[in-house]
Protein backbone atom coordinates (compact mmCIF):
# COMPACT_ATOMS: atom_id res chain seq x y z
CA UNK A 1 0.00 0.00 0.00
CA UNK A 2 2.91 2.35 1.18
CA UNK A 3 4.82 1.82 -2.42
CA UNK A 4 2.57 2.94 -4.94
CA UNK A 5 1.57 6.05 -2.40
CA UNK A 6 5.50 6.48 -2.58
CA UNK A 7 5.59 6.20 -6.13
CA UNK A 8 2.66 8.45 -6.89
CA UNK A 9 4.52 11.30 -4.59
CA UNK A 10 7.67 11.04 -6.21
CA UNK A 11 6.06 11.19 -9.76
CA UNK A 12 4.02 14.08 -8.67
CA UNK A 13 6.62 15.66 -6.98
CA UNK A 14 9.47 15.42 -10.28
CA UNK A 15 6.17 16.50 -12.83
CA UNK A 16 6.14 19.87 -9.93
CA UNK A 17 10.02 20.16 -10.63
CA UNK A 18 10.12 20.15 -14.31
CA UNK A 19 6.90 22.37 -14.63
CA UNK A 20 8.82 24.94 -12.29
CA UNK A 21 12.19 24.59 -14.10
CA UNK A 22 11.36 26.31 -17.85
CA UNK A 23 9.72 29.69 -16.10
CA UNK A 24 12.32 30.01 -13.63
CA UNK A 25 15.19 29.82 -16.56
CA UNK A 26 12.53 31.91 -18.73
CA UNK A 27 12.84 34.61 -15.99
CA UNK A 28 16.75 34.21 -15.41
CA UNK A 29 17.07 34.90 -19.25
CA UNK A 30 14.69 37.55 -18.79
CA UNK A 31 17.00 39.41 -16.27
CA UNK A 32 20.12 38.89 -18.12
CA UNK A 33 18.83 40.52 -21.24
CA UNK A 34 17.17 43.16 -19.22
CA UNK A 35 20.58 43.68 -18.03
CA UNK A 36 22.55 43.85 -21.38
CA UNK A 37 20.59 46.85 -22.45
CA UNK A 38 20.79 48.63 -19.00
CA UNK A 39 24.69 47.73 -19.93
CA UNK A 40 24.12 49.47 -23.41
CA UNK A 41 22.01 51.98 -22.27
CA UNK A 42 24.91 52.99 -19.99
CA UNK A 43 27.57 52.48 -22.34
CA UNK A 44 25.80 55.10 -24.95
CA UNK A 45 24.78 57.21 -22.57
CA UNK A 46 28.10 59.40 -22.67
CA UNK A 47 26.94 62.05 -20.66
CA UNK A 48 25.01 60.24 -17.76
CA UNK A 49 21.97 62.19 -18.01
CA UNK A 50 19.82 59.00 -18.88
CA UNK A 51 18.89 59.94 -22.21
CA UNK A 52 20.82 59.11 -25.64
CA UNK A 53 20.63 62.60 -27.71
CA UNK A 54 21.62 62.32 -31.79
CA UNK A 55 25.17 62.53 -31.39
CA UNK A 56 25.19 59.54 -28.17
CA UNK A 57 22.84 57.86 -31.35
CA UNK A 58 25.33 58.21 -34.10
CA UNK A 59 28.40 57.19 -32.08
CA UNK A 60 26.62 53.65 -31.40
CA UNK A 61 25.43 53.07 -34.74
CA UNK A 62 24.75 54.33 -37.92
CA UNK A 63 21.21 52.08 -37.60
CA UNK A 64 20.25 53.74 -34.22
CA UNK A 65 21.72 57.40 -36.15
CA UNK A 66 19.25 56.77 -38.95
CA UNK A 67 16.26 55.22 -37.21
CA UNK A 68 16.60 57.84 -34.22
CA UNK A 69 13.56 59.66 -35.59
CA UNK A 70 11.23 57.07 -35.33
CA UNK A 71 12.26 55.31 -32.09
CA UNK A 72 12.30 59.15 -30.39
CA UNK A 73 8.09 58.57 -29.63
CA UNK A 74 7.79 61.58 -27.45
CA UNK A 75 9.68 63.80 -30.51
CA UNK A 76 11.83 65.59 -27.49
CA UNK A 77 15.05 64.90 -29.35
CA UNK A 78 16.56 62.08 -27.33
CA UNK A 79 15.40 58.25 -26.06
CA UNK A 80 15.33 57.14 -22.92
CA UNK A 81 15.18 53.71 -21.88
CA UNK A 82 11.30 53.56 -21.90
CA UNK A 83 11.04 54.48 -26.19
CA UNK A 84 13.90 51.74 -26.36
CA UNK A 85 12.25 49.43 -24.49
CA UNK A 86 9.27 49.97 -26.47
CA UNK A 87 11.28 49.61 -29.74
CA UNK A 88 12.72 46.49 -28.79
CA UNK A 89 9.15 45.16 -28.32
CA UNK A 90 7.73 46.37 -31.38
CA UNK A 91 11.09 44.42 -33.11
CA UNK A 92 9.58 41.11 -31.21
CA UNK A 93 6.46 41.64 -32.22
CA UNK A 94 7.62 42.17 -36.02
CA UNK A 95 9.93 38.86 -35.48
CA UNK A 96 6.79 36.97 -34.95
CA UNK A 97 5.25 38.14 -37.30
CA UNK A 98 7.55 36.86 -39.97
CA UNK A 99 8.22 33.87 -38.52
CA UNK A 100 4.27 33.43 -38.91
CA UNK A 101 4.55 34.31 -42.74
CA UNK A 102 7.74 32.09 -43.51
CA UNK A 103 5.61 28.99 -41.59
CA UNK A 104 2.69 30.00 -44.26
CA UNK A 105 5.22 30.63 -47.04
CA UNK A 106 6.86 27.39 -46.55
CA UNK A 107 3.69 25.36 -46.33
CA UNK A 108 2.50 27.09 -49.85
CA UNK A 109 5.97 25.68 -51.45
CA UNK A 110 5.19 22.46 -50.21
CA UNK A 111 1.37 22.17 -50.94
CA UNK A 112 2.19 23.56 -54.77
CA UNK A 113 5.51 21.08 -54.89
CA UNK A 114 3.05 18.58 -56.98
CA UNK A 115 5.73 15.78 -57.37
CA UNK A 116 7.83 16.78 -54.29
CA UNK A 117 10.79 16.97 -55.67
CA UNK A 118 11.64 20.29 -54.01
CA UNK A 119 10.69 22.37 -56.79
CA UNK A 120 7.61 24.33 -58.16
CA UNK A 121 7.51 24.62 -62.25
CA UNK A 122 5.19 26.85 -63.83
CA UNK A 123 2.67 24.12 -65.02
CA UNK A 124 2.91 23.39 -60.80
CA UNK A 125 2.26 27.11 -60.18
CA UNK A 126 -0.44 27.73 -62.53
CA UNK A 127 -2.69 30.32 -61.08
CA UNK A 128 -2.01 29.53 -57.57
CA UNK A 129 0.02 32.50 -55.90
CA UNK A 130 -0.71 34.87 -58.77
CA UNK A 131 2.26 36.84 -57.83
CA UNK A 132 4.54 34.25 -58.32
CA UNK A 133 2.82 33.19 -61.27
CA UNK A 134 3.52 36.62 -62.64
CA UNK A 135 7.36 37.17 -61.36
CA UNK A 136 8.33 33.41 -62.19
CA UNK A 137 11.18 34.35 -64.44
CA UNK A 138 12.28 37.05 -62.11
CA UNK A 139 12.28 34.27 -59.31
CA UNK A 140 13.60 31.65 -61.40
CA UNK A 141 17.32 33.48 -61.15
CA UNK A 142 19.07 30.36 -62.71
CA UNK A 143 16.65 29.84 -65.58
CA UNK A 144 16.12 26.24 -64.99
CA UNK A 145 12.35 26.67 -65.55
CA UNK A 146 11.38 26.11 -61.58
CA UNK A 147 11.39 27.83 -58.82
CA UNK A 148 13.40 26.56 -55.47
CA UNK A 149 12.86 27.61 -51.70
CA UNK A 150 15.96 29.53 -51.76
CA UNK A 151 14.96 31.48 -54.62
CA UNK A 152 11.31 31.96 -53.61
CA UNK A 153 13.18 33.43 -50.18
CA UNK A 154 15.84 35.80 -51.87
CA UNK A 155 13.17 37.16 -53.83
CA UNK A 156 11.13 37.68 -51.09
CA UNK A 157 14.11 39.51 -49.42
CA UNK A 158 14.84 41.53 -52.55
CA UNK A 159 10.54 42.93 -52.44
CA UNK A 160 10.78 43.38 -48.76
CA UNK A 161 14.10 45.41 -49.29
CA UNK A 162 12.49 47.60 -52.35
CA UNK A 163 9.65 47.93 -50.27
CA UNK A 164 11.33 49.65 -47.40
CA UNK A 165 13.38 51.61 -49.59
CA UNK A 166 10.41 53.16 -51.07
CA UNK A 167 8.48 53.75 -47.68
CA UNK A 168 11.97 55.79 -46.27
CA UNK A 169 12.96 57.35 -50.24
Known amino acids: MFKPLIFTALVLATGIAFAQAPGADRGARHAE ?95 KHRRWSDDFDIIDTNRDGKLTAEEIKAYGRASMQARRAAREG
Open 33 to 127: HQAKAQARFAAADKDGNGRIDRIEAQAVGERMARNFDRMDANKDGSLDQAELAAVRQKMRRGGQRMKSAMSYQRGLFVGMDDNADGAITAAELGT
